[in-house]
């Protein structure tokens, strides 16, 4: 089992920037490929980026190419997700994921493609 707990999330202004955090339970997240996704009310699950089990490797939402980044740092088992120039279509409640990494660069950029999910943090962009 991988635990994992988001945070960062909050109330900002447009134009403004966040960085979200996922903190896992378990040295074997170095073993799984990571993922955000994002839920707005009433709107379904959506990707947003990825980062491979390495870090070599990341993949983007086109709504976010540009404005967010993806990272990680296996020694402290954390995913990051910087988010630049918000845009209040990124009201959200964010949530990370976590998928075995089937080889070295795999990414996957579905929500059917990740077996561990955390409980989200808000993120809300106001006017």
């Known amino acids: 089992q991988v635990q994992l707990v988001e945070s960062g999330g909050g109330l900002v202004q447009a134009g403004s920037s966040l960085r979200l955090s996922c903190a896992a339970s378990?040295?074997?997240?170095?073993?799984?490929?990571m993922g955000w996704f994002r839920q707005a009310p009433g709107k379904e699950r959506e990707f947003v980026a990825a980062?491979?089990?390495?870090?070599?490797?990341?993949g983007y939402a086109d709504s976010v190419k540009g404005r967010f980044t993806i990272s990680r740092d296996n020694a402290k088992n954390t995913v990051y997700l910087q988010m630049n120039s918000l845009k209040p279509e990124d009201t959200a409640v964010y949530y990370c994921a976590a998928a075995a990494a089937l080889y070295r660069e795999y990414v996957a950029y579905v929500a059917s493609g990740y077996a561990y999910w955390g409980q989200g943090t808000q993120v809300t962009v106001s006017s």
């Open positions: 980062i491979s089990s390495t870090g070599g490797s990341t």
């Open positions: 378990s040295r074997t997240s170095s073993n799984y490929a």
